[in-house]
């Protein structure tokens, strides 16, 4: 319990301490013009009070994702505790507050065309398209957990099958992505937001006054079945990606970029969302570990159940917080998703608009884009759900790492301190690279010490060659 609340303490003062130290950084100016009234549209670019932003905002980026990341990693055992957290403050919050200020100043952009504004021409190309695929991938994966667990919530009616469900959901994004921002997402989702934080709440209340234990961190030791397989470094890191840090939060955040009032309430937005997320996560963490501590422990739980995520929110809402848990845990593990899904698909849309200049003004236009989206996620919702969620792990992170970079030099560029930046990029640069090389799923390779050291070279490269174009900006502008 004393490494549960060390942990949820550092990241509530985070946001009061290093959060402050980053407006700083960022240099904040409440004065400063912002996309939500230089560009008001109706549409996207609607000025909507700071709660209903933060609500929306957290949504957006959590979803089950602190929930469903926080489970599969706390099979890793307490070690799972320090990456939410530091990961959470020093990467995540880092992350999402300064590429949500440069967001802001670049009329909220999507952030394939923020970070070519930064990183060149070449780098606006690549990201157009890793960006879409990520939330095609995104979409497709939150819209096949729900029309499973409806699917087998409804299993005696012949007509409510998983095809039916998936039909149900399509339309709902169809009718999502043609309103306004303001209408059914700013009207509906601040519920659902704050409905994930009353879940998390309670389940708080049922680790302090309840008799749940919850592991200390006396060791750092792999708690999987497989340690060999899924070594902590990288699978940990890429395991919990939303409650750490998350390069789709970067793909959302142009959403509520185009509604703040002013660019003070960034850090609330953006840097609180995240901390929000990361005690969602280490809540989620310590429950799941302490709940099935006299079951054979998490690891075997999830074995028996086909490591379904969702059947462990399921049995512990229902358990610990009766009907009202199982009220939040189905808003959990279904509208959830759900509501990531829309935004995903939603955010794909405006990326597209902004590739091709196509004003969303018209509903004529948004459909035009969103109908092939829509079909492409449809199909891929048939495609074996193991697959997709792997690669989305791992395009979410080197998303991540790509934003991170873009950060570093937004602040050399602006001769701040870019050492806040650098650090994780650089981290995050061996854990993506070193995933490519120890996961057999993509090179079959397997040997940690070979991953190691080619994801070793491999982030040794990027960052010379990153640092060679600093420098060389530098001696041009002398």
């Known amino acids: 319990m004393i490494t549960f609340l060390i942990c949820l303490v550092l990241l509530v003062v985070a946001y009061f301490t290093y959060g402050k130290y980053l407006e700083k950084v960022c240099q904040i100016d409440e004065k400063a013009n912002v996309p939500s009234k230089l560009l008001f549209d109706g549409v996207d670019y609607v000025p909507m009070p700071?709660?209903?932003?933060?609500?929306?905002?957290?949504?957006?980026?959590?979803?089950?994702?602190?929930?469903f990341g926080a489970i599969l990693g706390a099979c890793f055992g307490p070690v799972a505790f320090l990456w939410i957290t530091f990961g959470g403050i020093l990467m995540g919050a880092m992350h999402d507050y300064i590429s949500g200020v440069m967001l802001v100043r670049n009329n909220g952009l999507s952030i394939p065309e923020m970070v070519?504004?930064?990183?060149?021409?070449?780098?606006r190309q690549f990201m157009r398209v890793f960006s879409v695929i990520l939330l095609?991938?995104?979409?497709?994966?939150?819209l096949c957990s729900p029309a499973q667990i409806l699917s087998e919530i409804t299993e005696d009616s012949a007509w409510m099958t998983y095809g039916t469900w998936l039909g149900v959901i399509i339309c709902y994004y169809f009718i999502a992505t043609l309103l306004p921002v303001d209408k059914l997402i700013g009207q509906l989702y601040p519920l659902f937001g704050a409905a994930l934080i009353f879940m998390a709440l309670g389940l708080l209340g049922v680790i302090l006054f309840g008799d749940l234990n919850v592991p200390e961190l006396t060791t750092i030791q792999?708690?999987?079945?497989?340690?060999?397989?899924?070594?902590?470094?990288?699978?940990?890191?890429?395991?919990?990606?939303?409650?750490?840090?998350?390069?789709?939060?970067?793909?959302?955040?142009?959403l509520m970029a185009r509604c703040v009032n002013n660019e003070k309430e960034c850090r609330p937005v953006f840097f609180g969302a995240m901390i929000s997320e990361s005690i969602i996560a280490l809540i989620w963490a310590a429950v799941s570990m302490a709940f099935f501590a006299d079951k054979g422990g998490l690891t075997a739980a999830l074995a028996e159940h086909g490591n379904s995520a969702a059947w462990v929110v399921d049995t512990i809402s229902k358990s610990t917080l009766g009907i009202i848990g199982g009220i939040l845990a189905i808003l959990?593990?279904?509208?959830?998703?759900?509501?990531?899904?829309?935004?995903?698909?939603?955010?794909?849309?405006?990326?597209?608009?902004d590739i091709f200049k196509i004003n969303q003004r018209k509903k004529l236009n948004r459909l035009y884009?969103?109908?092939?989206?829509?079909?492409?996620?449809?199909?891929?919702?048939?495609?074996?759900?193991?697959?997709?969620?792997?690669?989305?792990?791992?395009?979410?992170q080197a998303l991540a790492t790509v934003v991170l970079w873009c950060i570093v030099i937004y602040l050399?560029?602006?001769?701040?301190?870019?050492?806040?930046?650098?650090?994780?990029?650089?981290?995050?640069?061996?854990?993506?690279?070193?995933?490519?090389?120890?996961?057999?799923?993509?090179?079959?390779?397997?040997?940690?010490?070979?991953?190691?050291?080619?994801?070793?070279?491999?982030?040794?490269?990027?960052t010379l060659y990153v640092w060679y174009r600093l420098r060389k900006k530098r001696i041009n502008k002398l």
């Open 50 to 67: 700071k709660w209903r932003v933060f609500l929306i905002q957290l949504l957006n980026i959590a979803g089950i994702g602190p929930i």
């Open 116 to 123: 070519g504004n930064y990183m060149g021409n070449g780098m």
């Open 136 to 142: 095609v991938l995104v979409g497709v994966v939150f």
């Open 222 to 254: 792999n708690m999987q079945a497989n340690p060999s397989k899924l070594p902590i470094v990288p699978c940990l890191f890429i395991t919990i990606a939303c409650g750490a840090i998350s390069g789709f939060h970067a793909t959302q955040s142009p």
């Open 332 to 353: 959990g593990v279904v509208a959830a998703p759900i509501t990531s899904g829309d935004t995903a698909f939603r955010s794909a849309r405006l990326i597209i608009a």
């Open 369 to 396: 884009i969103s109908v092939p989206l829509f079909a492409i996620g449809l199909i891929l919702a048939f495609v074996d759900f193991g697959i997709v969620w792997r690669y989305f792990s791992w395009t979410n």
């Open 412 to 462: 050399h560029s602006k001769n701040r301190n870019y050492w806040v930046a650098l650090l994780p990029a650089i981290f995050m640069t061996f854990i993506c690279c070193s995933f490519v090389f120890v996961h057999d799923q993509f090179l079959g390779m397997g040997v940690c010490t070979l991953a190691y050291i080619y994801g070793g070279l491999a982030t040794l490269a990027i």
